[in-house]
Every structure is written in C-alpha cells, then in structure tokens.
C-alpha cells in the first residue's frame, strides 16, 4: 500500500509539472511576447521592467525561462498580475476557497441526491419508475449546465424573485452584517449556482450508485439479512446502502476535473468570484502569470482528485485488501 | 469678497440642485449610492488615467480649479463655478490669474498652494508621463506662481477656451505626495493605486476587477457631500447589471445601452429613467497605414454602402440617432445641418467598380485576384459594437465587401488599437463638451497617441486651428461645422451613432441633476430622505 | 431503438438544412421591424437582435455541433484505438511507456489546455477545434481497446494465429472487428459530451464564432434578451439537450446490442474530464 501510495503521489506530481509545462509552452508559442508585455501594460517604469525581465529572464532562451519560471514557482513566488496588479499568489489564495465552497456544496448535493434517486431505483428495479427517474437523470446529464444556469437564474432570481442573481454576496450590507448574517448571505447567493453545477453531476452518481445498490440487493449478505427476517427498508439502509456508499471517494475524486470545468461555465454565469472565472478571465485577458497560476491550481485539483480515486479503489479493491 | 464667495456658492448650490430645507446639518447626509460600472478602472492617477470608471473616481477625489455649470458653456467665464480658485481675473487677453482658496486643504491635512498647480502642469505636460491629455494643454504656454495662493496662466494665443482649457483638463495633484516621483514612474506608484486628493470624497478602497469606493469628506471646504459614500461595482454584462439594479443589488448605472434593457429598466416601479444629451458617440475607425484604406475613395465608397438610419433605428429603437458627424448632442456644434456622404449604395458601386473592385463568383468584389475583405476588431464586452459591426458585415456583404468581425478582450483590443497593428476598429468616445478635443482624435500632432487610424490632414488641421481661434458662437458655429464636414468627406472614419442616454437611478435618490458630459459632476448635492434609507445608507 | 431513431433524424435535418429552412441563417430581413419577433407562424421560433430566423439558425446550428462531435469522436477513437491495439500487442516495454503515459495524459485538466489554446490562437478554424478536442479526448478510448485487445489475445484462436506464423500485424487484422464494437461504442458515449463541450466553449466566446450560428454562440447572444426575447437562448438550449440525449440513448442501446466486453462505465462525464 505504501509504495502505491508513494508511486501515485510522484504521479501527481508529475501531473502538475506536465500542466505547467504545457500551459507555459502555449503561452510561449502563441503570437506576441507575453510577459513583457505584461509588465508594459502594467504602466511599469524602467527600473521595474527591467527587475521583471531579470527575475524572470525573458530575454533569454525559452529553456531558461522555464526553469526560473519553475525556480520562481517552487520558491512562491508565481509573479504579478498585470490585470490586477497583485501578486498571482495572494488571488489564488482569495479565490480558491470560493471554488473550492461551491464545489463542495455541489458535490454535497449531488451525492445526497444521486443517493436517493439511487435507492429509488434500485429498489425498484425494471419498474416503470425506475425507467422515469432514469429519464429524468438522463435529461439532466444531457442540458448544457451553462444554459440550465441562465434558466434558473431567469426563473429563481428574476421571475419568482427569490433568490439573488450574482455574485457571492450583499454588497455593502454584507460588510455591516453579523456573522450568522453574512453565512446566510453567501447560503443564498451560493444556491443556485451549486444547483446547477450540482445537476449535471447528479446523473453520473445516480447512475452509478444505482449499478452497486442493485448489484449489492442481489448479494449473498444481503439475501441473508433478509433470510434473518430483516425488513427491506432495513435490509437497504444498514447493508446494501453501506456496500454501494465505498465508492464515495473513488467517484468524489474523479469527479473533480468535471467540477472544474463546470465551475468555468457556471460561474460565468453567476458571476462567482472563483477559480473558474479567474480562468477563464486570466485566459482572455492574456495575464500570463495569473493562467500559470490558474494552471498549477487546476492541475494540482484534478491530481489529488485522482490521487484519491487511486487510493480508495486500492484500499476497496478485495484484491489487494 | 466674502459676499462675493458667498453669492458664487450660492448660485453653485441652486443650480445643483440644492434645497435649503435640507441644511448643512447632519441630518440630511447618509446614504450609499452604488453604481454598476460596465468596467474597472485603469489607474487612479488623473494625467494617466483613461478608463470610464478612473474617470468618475479620480473626479470625486481630485478637484478642479473651477467645475463647469450645468449648461456646458464652455465659451466664456459664466459658465463655471469656483472650486479650488475662489475667484480669477483676465489680467490681458492671453493670460489668466487665480486666487486660491485658502481653506482647500490636501486630504491629508497640507494646505493647497499654487506649487500644487505648478507641479500638475507640469506632470501633465512631461513627454514622460505620457498623458493621453498633453494635447489639450497645448495651448498653455506656461503656468507660474508668483505667491502661494496665485497663479498665472500664460496662452500661446488669444481665444475663446482659455478658462475652459486651464480647469478643465486639469486635476491637481499634491507636490508634497509626488514630486520625489519621476513622472515616468508616477503611474506605477503606489499612489495611483491608493491616492490622496482635496476634493469631497477621499478613496475608499479598490479591490481590482470588482470594486472601487470613495467615502465622504466630512470637512471638505465647500460643505460635506450629502452622500456618506460611493461604491462602483464592476459588472461587464448589461444584463446583469439592469438584473442588480432590479434586485435593489446597485442603486443607478451612468446608461444602460441596450433598447431590451431599458424596457426592462423602464417598467421597474422603483428606478428612474433620467435621460440626457449623451456625450458617447460610436463608429468604424479605418486604420490609414494600411493601403487599402490610405485610399481616400475606398473609404468613401464603404461609408455609402452603409446605412446608419436602419443600424440606428436596430440596435437602439428610439433612443439613439445618426450623427451629424464627430459631435454630440451635448454639443453646442451638434445643432444645424452639416455635409455628410449619403447612403448611396449605387454610387458606392460604381466608386467601387472605377477602383477596379468587381464583383465575381458569389457577388463578392475582387481585384487581380484578391477578393475584397477586411476585418475590424470591436472589444468583447460592448455589445452595442458587436450588434453594430454585425449589421455593418450584412450590409457590406450585399456591397460585395467582405468585412470579418474579431471580437477581442477589451485589454486585447486596447493594446492592439493603440499599437496601430488594426485594420478597422469599432470606436467608441466620451467627448469633452468642447469641441476642441477634436485635437485629441484627429489631429496630425496625435498620430501615435490618440488618432489610431492615422488620419493627417493639414487642410483638417488649419479649419480645427481656425476654428478654436473663432470668437462668439455665431462666428463660430460655421468654422466648426466646416472641420465636421472635412472630416465627414474624408471618412477616416464612419461616424455611426449617438445614443439618447438614459441613466437609471434608484428613486429614493433626490435632488439628481446630470451633467451630460460628466454623469455624476453634481454626485455631492444628490441625497437621500431620511425616511427612505436601506440599511446600507445608514 | 428510440435513441438510433432520434440520432438519424437530427442528422438527416442537420443534412437537408439548406431544403428545411425556411430562411437564410444569416439573412436580415429587416433589421429594424423584424428584430427579436416573437414566434409565429413566418418564423417558427422568433427571430434574434438582427431580425435572422431562429429556426432557420438552429438546423443550420446542428451541422457545427454534429460535425465537431461525430469527427472529433471518431478521430479521438482512431488514435485512442491505434494506441490501444499497439500497447495490448507490443511487448511489455511498450505497453508500459504507452500507459503511463496514458494515465498521466488522463489527469491533465482537458478544458482547461482546450481554452488556453484557443484564447491564444485567436479565432482557431473549424479544423484546428476538431484536432484540438480530439488530441485531448482519446485517451479513455485507449485503455478500454489496450483491456479487450489483452483480453482477445489471450484466446485460443488467437494464439493460433501467432503460432501459425500469422504475425502481430495479421493478428491485428484479425482482432479489428471485434474491438469494433468497443470502438464504436465509446466514439457513441462520446459524441453527446463533445457536443457539450463545443458549446460551452462556444458559449465562452472561444469556439466558432459568429456569422457562423453554433448553438453554443445562440445561446451567448440571446443571454442578454433573455428577459426581452427568451426564445433566441432557449430554443438552442433545448435543441442541445434533446441532441446530446439521443446520443446518450444509442450509445446505451449501442452496447446492450453489441455488449462488448471491456466497456465497463457509461459514466464517461467524468472520466472524460469533460
């Protein structure tokens, strides 16, 4: 287990390095001269460009760039934003609990709903609600989650007025108020965005969770709950639910690199100020610094999250138990 | 003088819209106004700044010499009211003399004196700074101050503008916070990020790409706006910012541009429409390095194949119009009728086929084998600009000109239309209420600064010159219309249209004027009534 | 079979668009007075800010979304399935170079390369966004054909082949037909996320942009009149979800046919790092 382990972990590693590399060697290819046009832009003086240009070395070869890159990376210091004008550094350390809060209230949901919709159906197996639970799932991982967010915003925020339409919190207010009151505030602005991202996961858990319910209610333990006169409610909740919950952390890790670029899209819409909007913002506007920093963040997510499907199916899988 | 002082305060206060009724007293300020604004700012240091939202937040904080009145009279000395001068004198026919006031106090408690204005002058007209704003100074030839609290303005020539052109371009910064700062490294200081001025709000806080505040100067020398602050929040989409203001989430936007949006603002019982003479006007630059377009015909022809009643008429309904050329409605050289090229698609044709363009395979125009085409850049977040350039592509299609719309960044697009490295750009200007910042756009002196088509003239340039010299509005009115008309024929740009502004305001806002060119100039004397706060105005 | 049913028509209108649609995808009537028309009976689903027919638009609208989700797929699947058969029948050394690397490709945020690459490259063809998504999207593909090709090879008759002197290039040939079935299976599962993700990065102003209509670029301009003319979004919005359903529904009757072995998941959401 041990060397698995340590094996994965060098692959994550590895992972975040190649992201980096890849994104750097984009921004390098692409038209124009990046970062010194960064700092150009930033209304830079003299002395300034000129201590950009040697602590980053952009005139010298693109191989010495990358490793004072990386050097500058692995000593904290990712360089400035010349959209914001700070340091890459301290916005990602802004931004990533805000993604990092929706997606956790979405992953959240999403397991709480897949689960229930599971254990419908699962119980119900070939019934003609099992078949309509499914269809409806299936719509659900079919919508666009960017279009299903205007709808909702449209329906929620504007139409029925009950849920703000951007944004994750009061403004002004927010700063006056208590600290129930400010958790509340971001509760409501938090809904319908991690609704929707919620939704489009949801599918994917149901569908699976129903696939271990069902093969966990046709088990040998379970047929011998039963045979001890257990009632089917029980039967599913202490056993079969059990065995199909396992998989938890194994379908949370994967689902990260889905979360991500969900977040992308959903955020956009709802104008969260989070990881997903720093990216693609970042991205558009060409502020190279901050697309690195947004590339060692996602690709650093999507290698724990599959660090953690890794371990979990390792520690699950009977064979190596 | 100080029933002088006081009579001038007086008329600055009626025509603000001021009521007695509300006093000076503590009861009648509070209030939070939030404002969505379309985008962030650049840098809040005046020489420098060239952002719409920097603009609304540098003039809250920095103070003029003297503000404009409401009627935009830009020709002569009745038109403006003291702020930092308490009064000035035409000491001859080029030169102006300031008295400041003696109570205007840095907000850091360091008196204002005339090395303040000697230094900003200066700041303003260094090749190092590189203000966008240099060119409008040029007709001050020296700024000095013989005693602390005078100073004296010296012009090349006599004209109309002089008062105009001395406050109006110029707001003061502190020596005693800048000047051990090479102007070339003034905009990168941490005062452009953070700055101190004198006027009656000081900075609040700027968290980038989402807020910027300014809060009430509770001792400012004029009286304490009745406001206790203001917030911009960034929000690029139209849509969600009518969505904000609907939602009681902002409090007024400077104008909302889309017809679909004001009809939504529009049935909302809580928002006011005030609407006034807009001070935006919006086209198609073309970019005159390029061979194609250094063809005086090649862009007359483009411009009449396209029609800008039915471009108008589709993207703003009602609430906008064709202009008469580089001029607003705000503007008092917008009135009257001025030569322009017409709609003329057969004419534009026949210009078309005698420069040896045909139209072959699909109707699409060719010449020696390279088909017709161009492509204009418009930045990704105006939607009017991309609407406009959609219909523009249509149009030009049936002319057999294929036109290719890039939609890029609005930092993108800044970058890429400043370096010239464009083949036509959709445009869009906040004018000055002069017209004399036509110099800033157009002149050959702004090649490399602000004309990024590269459009030179010396015909252009000797009317605009003629023009700025002409004394009194009747003289005048046809000197300038003669510059709108060279420029219209030249057509180094097409000059699409001005939209009817409809600012949207939450009601519990009083006393609101606006001053067309400079939305929220009067912002101190607007209020709100005790009984209607939100918890945010408390 | 609902969803072959479905999938045949969408695509069979995507083909006839030019004969269905009652306008000119790109056509402005009448700027002025016909703009955002509500539906009627001229205009089926309205008309968007430049008077264009909504209608006309969104059949034109599904010849980019099926053409970009059925070329990357089958690309995607022809490198994915290349690289499968190669590492499940070369040696040891190069089954374990291919897969490693494979994994590592596997935990690489796809959108996020997607989006630097097309932000950087302004304005990248039709083409360049077919490669690009499909360069990203093979590597699942590949480790489901590598499990079936190991498996098969394991076969008596296939070890017949090589002790007859067949050769792993005849072998190949052998094993194709029945790695088909994978194949064609997963380009299906496939096809409904890459549909997805066009859109999205449609929607971000980054796939193919306008005159072109794309449902995705639909729904970005109709965003803003969703309060003045809500039928410019949401008509594309449901023509997306209805197409990407129906591939998710052959795809599903696909592999009950076929049932072949080494499909494990349709979860492909997920793995597919879409």
């Keep these: 287990m041990a060397r698995f382990a340590l094996r994965r972990v060098l692959a994550a590693i590895l992972t975040v390095g190649l992201v980096v590399s890849i994104t750097f060697l984009l921004a390098h290819l692409a038209p124009g001269q990046p970062m010194l046009a960064d700092a150009e832009r930033m209304h830079a003086d003299p002395a300034r460009i000129a201590r950009i240009r040697a602590e980053f070395g952009l005139d010298r070869p693109l191989a010495v760039q990358y490793t004072m890159y990386v050097g500058n990376a692995l000593r904290g210091n990712l360089g400035e934003s010349f959209t914001m004008r700070r340091s890459v550094g301290e916005i990602l350390r802004e931004r990533l609990p805000h993604t990092a809060l929706l997606a956790g209230a979405a992953l959240l949901l999403a397991f709480a709903a897949g689960i229930a919709i599971a254990a419908i ?42 849920l703000p339409v951007g ?56 047929r011998a ?54 990216t693609r913002d970042a991205i558009v506007t060409r502020d190279y610094n901050l697309i690195l920093g947004a590339a060692i963040i996602s690709g650093a997510l999507v290698a724990i999250g599959n660090l953690a499907a890794d371990l979990g199916a390792h520690a699950l899988d009977p064979r190596t138990r | 003088m100080h029933r002088r002082l006081f009579a001038c305060a007086l008329i600055f206060l009626s025509l603000a819209g001021y009521r007695g009724d509300r006093g000076a007293g503590t009861a009648g300020t509070g209030g939070t106004l939030i404002i969505a604004a379309p985008g962030d700012a650049d840098v809040l240091l005046p020489p420098v700044a060239t952002t719409q939202l920097a603009a609304h937040v540098i003039q809250r904080i920095f103070p003029r010499l003297a503000e404009l009145k409401l009627g935009l009279n830009t020709l002569d000395d009745s038109g403006f009211t003291p702020v930092l001068a308490r009064r000035w004198e035409h000491r001859d026919a080029k030169t102006i003399v300031f008295h400041l006031d003696p109570r205007a106090r840095w907000q850091d408690g360091v008196p204002i004196t005339s090395a303040d204005v000697v230094y900003t002058f200066g700041v303003y007209r260094d090749s190092l700074t590189a203000s966008p704003y240099r060119v409008n100074l040029d007709p001050i030839a020296s700024v000095t101050a013989p005693d602390a609290g005078t100073v004296v303005f010296t012009f090349r020539t006599s004209y109309p503008e ?164 580089f001029a607003t409605r705000m503007q008092w050289i917008a009135s009257g009728t001025v030569r322009q090229l017409r709609y003329d698609t057969a004419e534009a044709s026949r210009l078309l086929d005698s420069l040896g363009w045909r139209r072959g395979a699909g109707g699409m125009r060719q010449r020696a084998g390279q088909p017709l085409e161009f492509t204009v850049v418009t930045p990704t977040t105006s939607r009017i600009r991309q609407e406009v350039a959609t219909l523009i592509q249509n149009q030009l299609a049936q002319a057999g000109i294929s036109l290719k719309i890039q939609p890029l960044e609005v930092s993108v697009f800044d970058q890429r239309t400043a370096a010239g490295d464009f083949e036509a750009m959709m445009f869009s200007r906040t004018l ?51 510059v709108l008309e060279r420029l219209n024929l030249d057509a180094p740009a097409l000059f699409l249209y001005t939209p009817r502004n409809n600012a949207a305001i939450h009601r519990r806002f009083e006393n609101v004027t606006i001053r067309p060119d400079s939305w929220l100039a009067t912002v101190a004397t607007w209020s709100v009534a005790p009984d209607r706060r939100l918890p945010r105005d408390r | 079979m609902f969803g072959l049913a479905l999938v045949t028509t969408i695509v069979l209108i995507a083909i006839l668009a030019p004969l269905i649609a009652p306008h000119d995808p790109l056509a402005m009537p009448d700027p002025v007075l016909l703009r955002t028309a509500p539906p009627s009976r001229q205009f089926l689903f309205g008309t968007d800010a430049f008077s264009r027919d909504v209608f006309s638009r969104l059949l034109f609208g599904a010849r980019v979304s099926l053409v970009v989700g059925i070329a990357s797929a089958a690309l995607a699947v022809l490198i994915g399935g290349a690289v499968g058969i190669a590492a499940g029948l070369g040696g040891p050394m190069v089954d374990t170079v291919l897969m490693r690397g494979v994994d590592v490709a596997l935990a690489l945020p796809r959108v996020f390369i997607l989006l630097a690459a097309l932000a950087l490259w302004e304005g990248a063809p039709l083409s360049a966004l077919i490669a690009l998504i499909a360069l990203t999207g093979w590597f699942g593909a590949s480790r489901l054909v590598r499990a079936h090709v190991r498996q098969l090879a394991e076969e008596p008759w296939a070890a017949a082949t090589l002790a007859l ?66 039928w410019v979004a949401v008509a594309p919005g449901l023509a997306l979800t ?19 072995r080494g499909t494990a998941g349709r979860w492909n959401r997920l793995t597919g790092s879409v």
Aim: no cysteine; proline share 6%; charged share 15%.
């Design chain 1, 121 to 162: 159906q699962a119980t119900r197996a070939g019934s003609w609600t099992d078949a309509g639970v499914g269809a409806v799932t299936l719509t659900f991982h079919s919508t666009p989650s960017f279009w299903l967010g205007l709808i909702l915003m449209v329906a929620f925020g504007q139409w029925l007025g009950w």
């Design chain 1, 167 to 222: 944004g994750m919190t009061t403004p002004v207010e927010h700063e006056q108020m208590g600290m129930m009151g400010r958790m509340v505030d971001v509760g409501r602005h938090l809904i319908l965005p991690a609704l929707t991202l919620a939704l489009v996961l949801t599918a994917e858990i149901a569908r699976y969770q129903r696939g271990a319910l069902v093969d966990a209610l046709g088990s040998e333990f379970v």
């Design chain 1, 225 to 278: 709950a039963r045979a001890k006169g257990l009632a089917e409610r029980a039967v599913l909740l202490r056993h079969a639910l059990r065995a199909a919950l396992a998989p938890v952390v194994v379908l949370a890790g994967m689902s990260v690199p889905a979360l991500l670029a969900g977040a992308v899209l959903v955020e956009t819409v709802f104008g969260w100020p989070g990881m997903g909007r720093l």
């Design chain 2, 162 to 325: 002089q008062l105009y052109d001395a406050t109006y371009q110029l707001l003061m910064l502190p020596k005693h916070l800048l000047g051990g700062i090479r102007d070339d490294s003034l905009a990168s200081s941490a005062f452009a990020r953070h700055p101190v001025g004198a006027g009656p709000f000081h900075f609040g806080h700027w968290e980038a790409g989402t807020e910027i505040s300014v809060e009430a100067d509770t001792t400012w020398f004029l009286g304490r706006p009745h406001l206790d602050r203001i917030v911009w929040r960034v929000m690029p989409d139209v849509a969600a910012s009518v969505s904000a203001l609907l939602a009681g989430d902002a409090d007024a936007i400077e104008f909302v541009p889309q017809r679909d949006q004001i009809e939504r603002a529009a049935r909302d019982t809580m928002l006011r429409l005030v609407p006034y003479p807009s001070p935006f006007i919006g086209g198609l630059i073309f970019n005159l390095r390029r061979p194609l377009f250094a063809d005086r015909a090649m862009r007359r022809a483009i411009g009449m194949a396209v029609d800008r009643e039915t471009i108008v008429r589709s993207v703003f309904g009602p609430w906008g119009e064709t202009p008469i050329g």
């Design chain 2, 432 to 482: 000055d209420p002069s017209p004399g910042n036509m110099v800033q756009f157009w002149a050959s002196s702004s090649v490399g600064g602000e004309n990024f088509g590269a459009y030179r003239s010396p015909a252009f340039d000797s009317l605009l010159a003629a023009a700025t010299r002409s004394r009194g509005r009747t003289a005048s009115l046809p000197k300038w219309h003669a």
């Design chain 3, 165 to 230: 002197g067949g050769g792993k290039r005849r072998l190949a040939r052998h094993l194709l037909p029945h790695v088909a079935a994978t194949i064609i299976v997963s380009a299906t599962l496939d096809i409904g996320n890459i549909i997805l993700l066009e859109a999205g990065l449609s929607f971000l102003g980054l796939g193919i942009g306008p005159p072109t209509p794309t449902w995705g670029n639909m729904i970005l301009e109709g965003r803003d009149l969703i309060f003045a003319a809500p």
């Design chain 3, 242 to 260: 209805i197409t990407v359903i129906a591939f998710n529904l052959l795809g599903d009757g696909l592999r009950d046919a076929l049932n072949p």
